[in-house]
């Protein structure tokens, strides 16, 4: 029997624990903010930020919405980032990916300030990471290890192969799984033989955007597969339905990984502003 890896009870259980952490920290009228970026009116990104939210308000952090147009231009958003990297009440900033496409999104991500990158998008914070130093880590993979450990699923000495090497997903989750000591295969489109690597892997991480990209016969008996996707529908990267009887461990679509990535961003908030004083 496949052990399902709750995310939504762990970010649950991690939400309850980061409420205690802010009352101590939070005056009155007090209340840590996460500054959160909206560029343009895409529906997904705008759900996303909404959901990010309200996780702030049941731990008690103040969310600030920033909305800005479809049309803002790379010199303004940086003077956004700027404002609210010197605002001393700001202890975090997530610029919400992907932001339009004329706007330089990897020169706005390196201006927010290394100590307010609570979703871990800065190049600094990624080097800083990969080289095991302290670091706020990308959302998504900083969830997925989280849950992995929660779950104590082994990962020293084993094969991972990640299917993905975005900045924010894939290349984080390779060097997060090669500092836990497993043994990692990076994979992308211009990747031959897909399935057959698959198929080596004790630890897949599904990280295409396609649904059900990954087939079921490309997944060992007993993988432990970890499905970073979500698309309409209820469906991820990978074929679950195709292998959730024969996995050892596998994430829920939804109620995995998606729950796992606010709570890694709120927690990441609750430290910055533990760190502020
Ligand atoms: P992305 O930036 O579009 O990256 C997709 C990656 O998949 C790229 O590295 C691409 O390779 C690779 N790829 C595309 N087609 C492929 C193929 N045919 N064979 C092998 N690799 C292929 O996407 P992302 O931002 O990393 O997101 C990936 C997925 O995770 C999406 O479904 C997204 O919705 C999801 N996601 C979920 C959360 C969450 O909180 N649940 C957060 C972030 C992302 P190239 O580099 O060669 O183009």
Known sequence: ?????????LAR????????RVLRIAGPNHEPVLATILVGSDPASATYVKMKGMACRRVGLEPRPVFLPEDTTTARLLAEIDALNADPRVHGILLQHPVPAHIDER?????????????????????RMAFQLPAFGSATPTGIMTLLREYNIPIEGR???????????????AAML???????????????????????????????????FV???????GAVVVDAGSHPGGVGDVDLDAVADRVSAYTPVPGGVGPMTIA?????TVSAAEAAG
Do not use: Y
């Open 107 to 127: 020169a706005c991500f390196d201006r927010i300030d290394p100590a307010k990158d609570v979703d871990g998008v800065t190049s600094l914070g990624f080097g």
């Open 1 to 9: 029997m496949a052990i399902l890896l709750d995310g939504k009870a």
């Open 178 to 212: 090669l500092n836990a000591n497993a043994t990692v295969t990076i994979c992308h489109s211009k990747t031959g033989n897909l399935p057959d690597l698959v198929r080596r892997a004790d630890i897949v991480v599904g990280a295409v955007g396609k649904p059900r």
């Open 13 to 20: 259980k991690i939400e309850i624990d980061l409420a205690d």
């Open 264 to 268: 890694s961003l709120i927690a990441q």
């Open 215 to 221: 087939r079921g016969d490309w997944i060992r008996s």
């Open 159 to 173: 094969h991972a192969v990640v299917i993905g090497r975005s900045p924010i997903l894939g290349k984080p989750m």
